[in-house]
């Protein structure tokens, strides 16, 4: 079946622009996690969706990060007046139910200039 | 806290060694813990798994070993390969609290 996807692929935009990343889970899954990975470095979660349940901010680096999902499935992460340090590879991973093995998209690419 | 934004640490094996890869995890409530491989340019990929009833389990050419008592999750790689060449990662859950933390990661580098 069809993976995790993300769109776009890869994302350039101005600094103080606000940018849109897209995630298309599996179909099925009710968990969604929005991670950030800056280049050679590991994994940051940024925000997780459980079913209805309020989706855990903690890891939203500031309010200019914000994320949601309709529906119960497809899910939009927000950045608002963007800033170079917010370049990295956005990754976007769904489950089965919270506490199984996630799958992950390819990711978006953002760079900030 | 948890693992992120480090520098990456490297192992480099020769191609048919066996590769072993550290992680130690930092909540001791964690009960469930994953190993992920991610290639350059690509999202990570589930490897193995093991929930903390257990202390080792074994896949295809990997197995992961669990000791609870010093928090610790090591990979071991049978015959590694150039294709496994990759970055892995480690990754704890707290099944009663459904949060996944991801360790820093570890490059593997297999030269031929």
């Known amino acids: 079946g069809a993976g995790v996807s993300q769109s776009p692929s890869n994302k350039v935009t101005e600094k103080g622009k606000d940018v849109e990343l897209r995630c298309d889970p599996i179909?099925?899954?009710?968990?969604l996690y929005w991670y950030r990975q800056s280049l050679g470095q590991g994994l940051e979660f940024l925000i997780y969706?459980?079913?209805?349940?309020?989706?855990?901010k903690s890891g939203l680096p500031s309010d200019r990060f914000s994320a949601e999902r309709t529906g119960g499935s497809v899910s939009t992460l927000t950045i608002q007046r963007t800033q170079q340090e917010d370049s990295a590879v956005y990754l976007c991973?769904?489950?089965?139910?919270?506490?199984?093995?996630?799958?992950f998209g390819p990711g978006t690419r953002l760079t900030v200039t | 806290g948890e693992s992120v934004g480090l520098h990456l640490p490297t192992l480099s094996v020769q191609e048919g060694d066996n590769s072993i890869i550290n992680c130690a995890y930092s909540?001791?409530?964690?009960?469930?813990f994953i190993w992920y491989k991610q290639e350059s340019g690509k999202g990570p990929q589930f490897i193995i798994d093991?929930?903390?009833?257990?202390d080792k389990r074994q896949g295809q050419r990997v197995t992961v070993l669990l000791n609870k008592t010093v928090k610790h999750l090591s990979l071991q790689i049978a015959a590694t390969q150039p294709g496994d060449s990759a970055v892995y990662f480690c990754?704890?859950?707290?099944?009663?609290?459904?949060?996944?933390?991801f360790g820093a990661g570890t490059r593997l580098f297999v030269k031929a």
């Open positions: 093991i929930r903390s009833n257990m």
């Open positions: 991973a769904s489950s089965f139910t919270g506490v199984s093995e996630q799958y």
């Open positions: 179909s099925g899954h009710t968990a």
């Open positions: 990754a704890e859950i707290y099944t009663g609290g459904f949060k996944t933390i």
């Open positions: 909540n001791s409530a964690s009960d469930y």
């Open positions: 969706f459980q079913g209805n349940s309020a989706p855990d």
